[in-house]
């Protein structure tokens, strides 16, 4: 059974760090791209970024030079680093893959950014 399951959120001032991971089990996770994506309230999902099993990692430009996407192979997790986080930033982030066709999402974890 693919799992995929969030940590990391929680409340932070503007300017503030998170790092967010997704544990995942149920596949050969170093040979699947990973992907984050958030939800803010009332509004439809948003893509963040995606790190490829190989190749180079990728970034929605909203995000670009403040966050970065990881991923440990032998850990089966993958991170979201993200720095100078705003106001608009808060939603709820879920790490997604796509495994045999299928697509598959973690619970999510709420980030709010906030004084």
């Known amino acids: 059974e693919v799992q995929l399951v969030e940590s990391g959120g929680g409340l932070v001032q503007p300017g503030g760090s998170l790092r967010l991971s997704c544990a995942a089990s149920?596949?050969?996770?170093?040979?699947?791209?990973m992907t984050w994506v958030r939800q803010a309230p009332g509004k439809g999902p948003e893509w963040v970024a995606t790190i490829p099993s190989l190749g180079s990692t990728v970034y929605a430009d909203p995000v670009k030079g403040r966050f970065t996407i990881s991923r440990d192979n032998a850990k089966n997790t993958v991170y979201l680093q993200m720095n100078s986080l705003q106001p608009e930033d808060t939603a709820v982030y879920l790490c997604t893959a796509v495994v045999r066709f299928m697509h598959y999402w973690g619970q999510g974890t709420q980030v709010t950014v906030s004084s």
């Open positions: 149920g596949f050969t996770f170093g040979t699947y791209d």
